[in-house]
């Protein structure tokens, strides 16, 4: 089987995560069994995502951009259970129209 085959499976679904510092993250969640070293291969703490959209930031109820922006398209995150507010479906990426 192809790595990019392996990919796809390994692939979940998309998400949007809100966290308690008010970090918006959007993409696709990731099973822990296709992360590379050095995240481990088997965590119940944390759920892996590989963004679609630049993070976002919560404040006073609209998403703003990041500025600097913190991670790019396509970083591997792993992020602490005990910080994540919520969780949803994904939407379209916050742009500059």
Sequence with gaps: MSSQNEERQNLVSGVRIVTLSGLIFQG???SPVSCFSPFPKTNNS?????LTC?????????????QPPLYDEGDLLKINLSQIVAIGPSGDCLTDD
């Design 46 to 50: 944390f759920l892996f995502i590989r």
């Design 54 to 66: 630049p993070p976002e930031i919560l404040f006073n109820g609209t998403r703003e951009d990041i």
């Design 28 to 30: 696709q969640l990731v």
